[in-house]
Each structure stands twice: as C-alpha cells, then as structure tokens.
C-alpha cells in the first residue's frame, strides 16, 4: 500500500494539514459511501462543510481481495478541471486534490439529491435534462479537435489513459452481457431474453461495433459513467441547482458513449413510470437533453480551432454522434437488466414486466440506431414495444 487510508479520525487532521481548516472550533465527521468504488466522508464545523473522497487501492464493497489503482482518483480531478473551465457551473467545487493520498476536498452536496432517487419518487428532471446537454457539449467540444490545437490533443489523450476503469466497461457493458459470465444476473422471467441475445449474431456484430468505438474513437474527454445515479439536484436560495458528479472513469473517448448513458437511464425511467400507471415523460428529456446539446456544439462551432472543418461536416459529424448515443443507450439498458450492476428504477419494481419491455427497446436502440433520427422516431419504438401503461398488461 503506498498511500494512507483515512478513517473519521484523522479527517479533522488532514484538512487542517491540506490547509482546509484552521483549527478553530469544533468538527464533526460522519461517512457517507454508499458507491461500489471509494470512501466519502463530510466534515462539518461552524459556518462550514465540507465532503472528502478518497480512492481505496481496492473496490470499497469488495476490500483487498479485488485489487484497483486508486489512480482514478488523478482521471477525477483532471475531469473536474478540465470541466471547471468551461462549465463550473455543472459540476460539484472542487477545493483541492492530494494526489499523494488520492484525495479531493469538495463542496458538500448533502442538501442536494441524487436524481435517480427524485425519478423512483415520482419528482421530475427540472432542468437537469439541460444541464446534461450543456455540461456534455461544452467538455466535448473544449476537449475534441475542435476545440483544441493538434499538440493539445496529443497532451490530452497522453495525460487522459484510465486503463483499468475503461476495461470495466468494455467488458461490464460491452462484453459480458452477451456471454456466459459469472457476473452476470437477471430476473429468473427474463432468462429467455437473456439467452436470446447471447445466441443474436446480429446483435452481438452491433455490440462488437459499439465496443470497438468505446476502445478507439477517440473524440474528447468524457464523464465515462454518467446516468442518473452521477446527477445530484435541488435548489439553493431559490434557485435550481444541478452537479455532474464521480467522473473517475473518464478518458477521451466517443461523445455519444456520455448522452447514451444518460439516455438508457431515461428510459428506464419512463418504463418505470408506465408501470405504475405514473405521469411523466422521462422518454420526452431524451430530445431536452439532446436540443440542449446540439444547440450549444453549434453555438461553440464558429470558435473551432481547425477551420478546415465546414458547416456541412458539422451536420455529418452530429448525426453520427445521435447515432452513437442511441447505440450506447441501447447497451446502457441491456446490461442494466441482465448484465452486472443493475438499476432501482426496475429491479425494485414487484416484477419484470417493465424490464422486458426496456430489454426489448435496448434490442432496438443498438440495431437501429442509425436508422432512427429524431427523438419522435425512438419514441414510436418505445410506444411499438410497450403499451402505456404497462400495469394494464400484468395478469
């Protein structure tokens, strides 16, 4: 172990040495991880809060026995930062990062909520759905051959490889689902599905398709894990407040694997709803979210720093990136269902009616992802495969 592992003890202690405190009056400390990954601890005291994440050399549910590099913690901080610069408004403070220790001092989110806890509530999106268009646009559009210099690239993609993380989600999202693996789980009513896709040659060639555009296609930094579980949002003095948070499995990678991951999530969601009879249209923050990010990349288009790139490529460039989000949406939903970390929205449902119908629509988004071009044409898919209400349909 080549780092310190800190307890609620030594809290107080380490911001006070990182020059986080002053030492005056009383702290108090209380942990709160509840993620796979790492330790998060809030450090209260008077007239101030503050949240601390460490990475452990180990996943935190699993303890040494399942060996990781704790630096995704370096991939996080370099993430917020390069965010910082161009959307500061999206992402949480961050007020310092050891990397000695692979710590970072942050803003204390505990008013706020995590938006997939809202949506399993029956609350809506406000406007998250616009925050995530914006927050996807401008880091990609900052970070891609668009936005910077040939030898900023290089920089980029040098300083940017996150080896371990991006091999949990070629293999957790882009392999394993489709194999016999040992991580995978289901509900017992979907094991025909599950083994259909395993034995589908055309969806297995799509999925291959995908993989090998999460390993190669290098077009900016992203996220690397963002779904609704990575949005927290409330309100502060009046006003709407939304954070993009935990971005340690970012890399430069393919823009359309960050919208996808939102956008499976989202149709979980409204799957959700529909079977329980709830009013509410997660499917419709797809085209929010979407608008939102084509609105600002061609807003930002005209400070691109390669002019030899025209309005028409732009047009092309954009269509392929719809096309890749569906297909990662499509992926995102898959192996959400059947694959190894699952989602609340449907496993905490009495049945798997709405998963087999989500199942179905992920099938869908991955085969047809470059056939369907609005927002309005994956909604027909969404209404094709599953009724309204789904509640209606149960024995």
Same mark, same amino acid.
């Given at each position: ?166 091999? $949990? ?164 939903? $898959? ?54 209400? $789904? ?5």
């Amino acid at each position: 172990m080549s780092h310190r592992i800190l307890e609620t003890a030594d809290i107080p202690g380490y911001l006070r040495e990182r020059g986080h405190w002053d030492g005056s009056g009383a702290v108090a400390v209380h942990e709160v991880s509840d993620g796979n990954l790492n330790r998060v601890f809030i450090a209260t005291g008077a007239g101030w809060s503050l949240a601390v994440k460490q990475a452990l050399p180990w996943v935190r549910v699993a303890g040494p026995s399942w060996p990781l590099s704790p630096a995704r913690a370096d991939a996080e901080a370099r993430a917020y930062r390069a965010v910082a610069a161009v959307a500061p408004e999206t992402i949480p403070v961050v007020h310092g990062y050891d990397p000695g220790d692979y710590v970072l001092v942050m803003e204390d989110m505990s008013d706020l909520r995590v938006l997939r806890t809202v949506l399993n509530a029956g609350g809506g999106y406000g406007g998250a759905s616009d925050a995530i268009g914006l927050f996807v646009a401008r880091l990609s559009f900052a970070t891609s051959d668009f936005g910077m210099s040939s030898a900023e690239r290089k920089a980029l993609l040098a300083e940017s490889v996150n080896p371990e993380l991006c091999k $949990i989600t070629e293999d957790v999202v882009l392999s394993e689902p489709y194999l016999e693996h040992e991580h995978n789980h289901r509900h017992p009513d979907l094991a025909d599905l599950a083994a259909a896709y395993r034995a589908d040659p055309a969806l297995r060639t799509e999925i291959a398709d995908l993989r090998h555009l999460f390993m190669s296609g290098a077009q900016a930094l992203l996220h690397g894990d963002l779904h609704t579980g990575s949005i927290m949002v409330g309100s502060r003095a009046g006003a709407e407040v939304v954070r993009v948070f935990d971005p340690e499995f970012s890399y430069v990678g393919p823009i359309g694997f960050d919208l996808g991951l939102y956008w499976g999530n989202l149709v979980a969601a409204e799957f959700r709803a529909r079977y329980l009879g709830a009013v509410g249209d997660h499917a419709g923050q797809l085209a929010r979210s979407w608008d939102a990010f084509e609105t600002e990349f061609r807003r930002l288009w005209p400070q691109r720093a390669d002019t030899f790139f025209d309005d028409a490529y732009l047009d092309r460039f954009l269509r392929r990136v719809w096309a890749d989000s569906l297909g990662f949406a499509g992926a995102e939903l $898959i192996r959400r269902i059947i694959g190894y970390a699952h989602l609340t929205d449907l496993d905490t449902l009495p049945d798997a009616t709405a998963a087999r119908h989500a199942l179905l629509v992920g099938r869908e988004l991955v085969l047809r992802r470059t056939e369907l071009g609005t927002p309005a044409e994956v909604r027909i898919v969404l209404d094709d495969l599953a009724p309204s209400v $789904i509640a209606a349909t149960r024995p």
